[in-house]
């Protein structure tokens, strides 16, 4: 990286560097319309953003961007993608305008050492980052930069490239994954989507087993998910809403504290669930 780039980078990470290292969230993001519905879980966001330091920049991990190779976004000003279909015109007509931080893509790309990271000048927000940052920031006024999730590789390569971001933490960059725990879109109870949280068994199974290996620390059988029974196959058929957790997990400390929030099944065969590591 150029000095000057160098000294770009510390203009932005520098305020936060001496304090406290920022936490990690995995936000459970359902529905696209939760970033114009009034809800529990969209007031779940808001109150994890006015309760945590204000980062310099956001990097968040997105199950909606997968890519063969790892690529972070590096563009000025990202565009607002609406991914997504079926929807009220309103949900197309939302723009969540945050700036980009090509020093944090470069400073992304090089501290990660066992994969070559491509800078992408194309992609910008999908509704995985906006419908969610959106409640955390409502002003738009945090850089945010978007990873990419390599689908040709297994969960343990995912963790392990996470650690390597470990140092942006203690920069005052937020890491934030998007995903859902449980997301088995071909299974959903349209007719139970309002109403009465309701989960089927084997959604709630594999939800209760994944937030005792959350709180137990034992990330491995997490990394194994493909070894833990029939509720994991059911509540994981494609990994990408999975994985964005294995990031989040992976920059935790030890001693560090977890919140779980948001913990409520929808529509039967999806969870809302979400984590917070980390207390600043």
Aim: contains cysteine.
């Amino acid at each position: 990286m150029h000095s000057k780039k160098l000294k770009e980078l510390d203009k932005i990470i520098s305020p936060l560097s001496a304090t406290k290292k920022m936490p990690v969230l995995f936000l459970g993001h359902g529905s696209p319309m939760n970033a114009i519905e009034e809800n529990e879980f969209v007031r779940s966001f808001r109150r994890v953003g006015q309760e945590i330091a204000i980062p310099n920049a956001i990097l968040c991990i997105s199950a909606h961007w997968e890519t063969k190779g790892t690529y972070v976004t590096a563009m000025e000003h990202p565009r607002t993608i609406h991914d997504f279909g079926g929807f009220p015109k309103e949900l197309f007509e939302v723009q969540y305008l945050a700036p980009g931080s090509p020093e944090l893509a470069e400073e992304t790309k090089d501290i990660i050492k066992n994969t070559e990271v491509g800078l992408d000048y194309n992609w910008g927000l999908d509704h995985g980052a906006w419908s969610v940052i959106k409640h955390l920031y409502p002003k738009a006024n945090i850089p945010v930069v978007q990873m990419s999730i390599d689908y040709t590789k297994p969960a343990q390569y995912h963790y392990e490239l996470a650690q390597q971001l470990l140092t942006l933490r203690n920069k005052g960059i937020l890491i934030v994954g998007s995903g859902n725990m449980v997301h088995n879109l071909r299974m959903v109870a349209w007719d139970k989507l309002s109403g009465d949280p309701f989960a089927y068994d084997w959604a709630m199974e594999a939800n209760e087993k994944m937030k005792s290996y959350i709180m137990d620390d034992d990330h491995q059988s997490l990394i194994n998910f493909d070894k833990q029974g029939k509720s994991f196959e059911l509540a994981i058929p494609t990994p990408e809403h999975y994985l964005p957790l294995i990031y989040t997990l992976s920059l935790k400390d030890s001693n560090e504290e977890i919140e779980i929030f948001n913990d409520q099944p929808v529509g039967g065969s999806l969870t809302m669930t979400s984590v917070k590591i980390g207390n600043s």
